[in-house]
């Protein structure tokens, strides 16, 4: 059983996936692309490689995939790497970590075009009530030195020595077989995507498990790769809804609520905002699906009848 393997889940990722490939196959790791029905050439540039791959007839989403690509390896540790993540190092420093007494995982840093860390989203805080209400009321981004930002988005640590962090990036995030298996992989249940990362964190940290970041495993980190292959009016519905059933899991129904009617006012104002600059209603019919959906929740609860899976 090798120590390492790679797996990268690719939907349209044409444009990406040459350099994501070459430098995983630098690595020396084992490597698995899933790839979601992509009709843009990607499977052609996986092939080109040689490298294995598995080929979805419909989008999965992105927590199936995973699911697909680690039951498609057996090595000790698995690396989860964004298709937009070109690897800059060797993987020693993440299995090195992932070895520690309870370590459940290990992410590495990630580095702009510039070779700038990504600080406020290669390493994060667990979210709290407080954080996500915060966030969707768009007091994040007109306070973002607020105490509770701070702690939420890593902004405070440092990122120049390996250091223990409740939510390393899932764009470049390894994770130990032993507590993968235990914790059951993803929860495909966070469809398209968002979020099926963080309650990973969550669920392992629930354990008792920690992860770590480590600065000497690299990798170039475009960006936003996931996101501009959606249609921006499903977007938020997704986004949204993944925040939601992430909260409906992991926080108090009271404090749920809270939760989503903060996403109803968030949504109101953000509509209004994002008609005016595009100049179009599509935001409008966007976000209302957005607002009905938290309003049900507010109303019944996630599991009581009314809500039983993310809007689509």
């Known amino acids: 059983m090798r120590d390492i393997g790679i797996v990268i889940v690719t939907y349209n990722s044409r444009a ?12 020396g790791a084992e490597i698995v692309v899933v790839d979601n029905a992509s009709t843009d050439g990607t499977v052609d540039e996986v092939r080109r490689r040689n490298v294995r791959l598995v080929r979805n007839e419909a989008n999965r989403g992105f927590a199936a995939a995973v699911n697909q690509g680690f039951a ?13 993540a070109e690897l800059l190092s060797g993987l020693d420093a993440v299995c090195d970590a992932c070895r ?4 459940a995982g290990a992410g590495g840093k990630l580095v702009d075009a510039t070779g700038r860390p990504q600080v406020g989203f290669l390493a994060r805080a667990l979210p709290t009530p407080a954080a996500l209400i915060l966030e969707v009321l768009l007091l994040n981004r007109l306070w973002p030195n607020n105490p509770i930002n701070i702690r939420y988005r890593g902004l405070q640590l440092n990122y120049n020595m390996r250091i223990p962090v409740e939510q390393p990036a899932g764009a470049f995030l390894t994770v130990s077989r032993v507590v993968w298996q235990e914790l059951g992989g993803f929860d495909e249940s966070f469809f398209p995507l968002w979020f099926e990362d963080v309650d990973f964190c969550r669920r392992a940290a629930n354990r008792g498990y920690r992860f770590y970041y480590v600065p000497d495993a690299v990798a170039r980190h475009t960006g936003a790769h996931s996101i501009s292959q959606l249609p921006v009016e499903k977007r938020c519905v997704y986004w949204y809804g993944s925040l939601l059933r992430y909260s409906a899991k992991h926080f108090r129904p ?10 109803v006012a968030g949504s109101l104002l953000r509509s209004l905002g994002e008609t005016v600059l ?11 699906k957005v607002v009905r959906h938290a309003g049900r929740c507010v109303l019944f609860g996630w599991g009581d009848g009314a809500v039983t899976s993310s809007p689509r």
């Open 254 to 263: 009271l404090t749920f609520r809270a939760v989503c009617l903060a996403v």
């Open 278 to 288: 595009h100049r179009s209603f599509k935001p409008l019919a966007a976000y209302g």
């Open 100 to 103: 520690l007494e309870g370590a």
């Open 72 to 84: 498609a390896l057996d090595t000790t540790f698995v690396l989860l790497l964004n298709p937009d």
């Open 16 to 27: 990406h996936i040459g350099p994501c490939l070459d430098g995983a196959m630098r690595s």
